[in-house]
């Protein structure tokens, strides 16, 4: 690989002369900054970005952490993330936690020692006290952490008061919602909150069924979705927690021959490709996960900067209505 | 930050004595090093990676290039060449090209300026001249490349033999293959190939439409997949060379009101999430992501220690037999 001092040789400049250009430092004649760069270009010089960043003790490096990456929700955040970060000349390093605590613990670990700039943290359960001895700002998204620098979250209590809304307007009189338990408050917890409320306020009956953390892990819920359908016949109306659940219930309602969205109207949460990729398409609760991951981004480089930010943001959601009601 | 000083400090030793003890050189006692490891984890010192980086003159990170993050095939790959990558030490740096040809310049640009241990590159287009000056190992999955190292495929056209196959053993006597067209020749033509020899060999009559980079880019396939079947009537068996056009032909099945897999069967390739999340769920022909992923980040290991890699390695596919057939 061509190094500086190939082209201070090409060039028949010195050294340090080359470096005052790259760097831009003090006064360099137009000749001399085109002939450093002409001959870059020819011998396909990369300045050395390790060595930048230990002089700066600092990289342009993101640490990204999420619990799933394969997870349809996480794997549009982190494309929205990339897109984001590499819009202001960032990098993202991508972790996997699968949830567990030590694996995170590893990670952050991992962060410190590669100087990163600063971490996105996506959802996940790990204890807060694991998160001591980071030095760089700490945006959340959609994730509850008393010491992380700024939360960024949708309006999840709206979503849930949307999706109740909707269903009792198209008619439903039985509502149900499926949502995750967590052992931590979770952001996410408000869509339940807010749905149960419109239902209150309405005096429409509903019942709700929570999965448990296996359940998510596993993206796999049709055990509790059988149990909830065949023990509550009179229910025709679901608030489902993500559209991952959406699309499970309208699997399972093919198979009980429960028709969608005769028999039975679906809600969905998040606004993701399985939404609108199965029969029915499900209507959903629109997640903003581009312009999430655009403020977080945006947040972190103004943290880093010691520029004052936002301690928590939440952004408006939108119903989205699709073939599922 | 803790640094190495304040380690010294804490246990009153040389800084040149706790170097030793961190990069294990020259003879020191058990004492010393439990004392110098006991400050380490009070102080919660890290080691600085970027230090270190410098003078190995590599970085333990990898360099992963995708043409889109979120499609459900990709977020697979990604999530399997995660774990393999940090099973093995080494980080990744996600980059999403969108299939562009100056995004994926500009990212190999990247990673050499930032030392990368080495390069997967995930499909994609680009041309190959654009990878000049790359001076790691380059490993691509699913990807003809010249100057690539070495290439990690799934038997793709064995892949389109079984879809045919099974199509044929399960009564269909017209068929349609639904597959990707490209500049370049990709592995994944193959999957159409080893199809249309299976019927050419059984006598069965057959069709090949192709989709377009744009409806690749999209996602978005369905006024092709209705376009085929209003004019196609008589076609009983499709063969679509993703799960996301198999999925997308499910939905058109149901407005148009043709019966899966009654009046026609459908298989699919992948074996990603969408296969299983829709109704009906996808028959399709299970590609070993996991064992590819595995097999690019060992090998990039062992070409990074100049070790001999196999320059093209071809993993079996199987047939997953679901509900659209």
New interface residues.
Partial sequence: ?ATLKDVAKETGLAVSTVSRVLNSRGYISEETKKSVYDAMKKL?Y??????R??SKQT?N?IGVIVP???H?YF??L??HI??AA?HRNY??????SRDRDEKEKEIL??C????VAGIILCSGTVEMNKF??I?VPLITIERNLEMGTAAVECDNLKGGRMAARHLIEKGCTNLAVISGVRGNYMPADDREIGFMEVCKECGITYQAFKTNEVQYNM?EYHELIEEVLTQNKEVDGIFASSD?IA??V??VC?RLKISVPKDLKVVGFDDV??SS?????ITTIHQPIKEMAQMAISMLVDASKDKMVASKTTLPVSLVEREST
Same sequence: chains 1, 2.
């Fill in positions: 690989m396909n990369q300045p050395n970005e390790v060595a960043s230990l990289t490096t799933h990456i394969k349809p794997a549009e982190i494309s990339e897109a590499n990098k993202i390093l991508l972790f996997n670990d991992m410190n020692r590669n100087r001591e001895g030095h993206g991952l699309a499970q309208l699997q093919s490709l399985v990729i199965t029969t029915p398409t």
